[in-house]
């Protein structure tokens, strides 16, 4: 559980540098760091 939520801290971090903005261009983000 730890570790996923760190996934996903990363790509909260990266998110303005990917402009994401909706919940479904997070889950996009998250599959691509997957």
């Not at 939520?5 to 261009?25: P, Y």
Request: hydrophobic letters at 45%; zero cysteines; glycine letters at 6%.
């Amino acid at each position: 559980a730890i570790y996923h939520q760190k996934k996903i801290s990363m790509v909260k971090v990266a998110s303005t540098g990917f402009g994401i903005d909706t919940e479904e261009d997070l889950k996009r983000a998250i599959e691509i760091f997957l």
